[in-house]
């Protein structure tokens, strides 16, 4: 065991064994998900970062199937929100309804209180609805008519857009961005996956075919376990610099915050639990730092202009900063 700032660390071989169950978990979702094993590990990863997910791709290219696969594997109680225009808050967090036996307002728990949260079509309704999963997904919390009510342990958020240029979406704010750790792309199969699709379909849902490999207290463990991972102080300096980079660029009007240079870290930790280590190494961070950053940066008006313009930001950055010449092990 390691001691980083009085905290308790995991040891190499705890971080091994979960290791493992991780992987098994993996070869789960595969049964459902075919040729996207980098989308599915990313995912896992920011589940066990504590964090929130969102996908934006279009329709029909499995990302309900992959939020409810993983519900399935890992025993986790899910809900979903198809959001349309006329979506409101009260039905993402519930409501107050007369009791005639007690003449009491009693309050109705709307979907938002499971473990696995699918916000399917995110960016089809409106900034006051869309404002409604805020607090849960920063605070775990719920605030209605006054009163505030604790969501479940844990609580994740896989939210679903449509690309912006689609009929009927708009831009999520800049808030409510913040709040994901990591935007995603499911993308198109290759030939190969789409064949084993085509082959291995026999009418059921490939869902059926998941079997549970671990339940909700080996995942808060999990959890438990990545927020120990060991960061050192040149690791810690080599995040630090790399978010600092954003709140200098000329092309960027607003940097990554500090809820994002957090999240950054955490996924950093989570990549290095994901491959057996309990310590964080330089190669952690830049696997991590385009799906941190992309959605986070706010581009001025002549950046925004050009192809691929924040992709082309970060990896400047991820060039100008020079990574330490350390491990990232506990000395």
């Known amino acids: 065991e390691y001691v980083q700032s009085g905290r308790k660390t995991n040891s190499i071989q ?6 493992q169950q991780i992987q098994q978990l993996i070869i789960e979702i595969k049964k459902a998900i075919k040729g996207k094993d980098e989308v599915i590990c990313k995912v896992i990863m920011v589940i066990l970062a504590s964090g929130h997910i969102l996908l934006e791709d279009n329709p029909g290219l499995g990302k309900t199937t992959l939020a409810k696969s993983l519900a399935k594997a890992m025993c986790l109680g899910e809900d979903r929100i ?12 519930g409501y107050s309804i007369l009791n005639k036996e007690t003449n009491k307002m009693q309050f109705t728990k709307g979907p938002v209180f499971t473990n696995l949260l699918l916000a399917d079509e995110i960016n089809r309704t409106s900034s006051k ?19 505030t009510y604790k969501l479940p342990n844990p609580f994740i958020t896989i939210a679903t857009q449509n690309p912006i240029t689609s009929g009927g979406t708009q831009a999520l704010p800049d808030s409510q961005l913040d709040r994901f750790m990591v935007k995603l792309s499911m993308g198109y199969p290759d030939v190969q996956s789409q064949m084993a699709m085509i082959l291995e379909d026999h009418g059921g849902n490939p869902i059926d075919q998941i079997v549970p490999v671990m339940n909700l207290e080996q995942l808060v463990a999990m959890r438990t376990q990545v927020a120990q991972t060991y960061i050192s102080q040149e690791v810690a300096e080599y995040i630090s610099l790399l978010v600092d980079a954003t709140r200098h660029h000329d092309k960027i009007e607003c940097g990554i915050s500090p809820r994002g240079t957090k999240a950054f870290a955490n996924l950093a930790k989570a990549c290095a639990y994901m491959n057996g280590r309990n310590y964080v190494i330089p190669n952690d961070v830049s696997a991590v730092i385009y799906d941190v950053f992309m959605h986070r940066l706010v581009l001025t008006p002549s950046a925004r202009r050009e192809k691929n313009a924040a992709e082309n930001i970060v990896k400047g950055i991820v060039g100008q900063i020079k990574p330490p010449a350390v491990n990232g092990a506990r000395k």
Do not use: H, R, Y
């Open 129 to 147: 609805t869309q404002a409604a999963l805020l607090e849960a997904m920063a605070e775990g919390t719920v605030t209605a008519e006054g009163n």
């Open 14 to 19: 705890e971080t091994k064994i979960m290791n």
């Open 82 to 93: 198809q959001f349309t225009p006329d979506t409101m808050p009260s039905d993402i967090v």
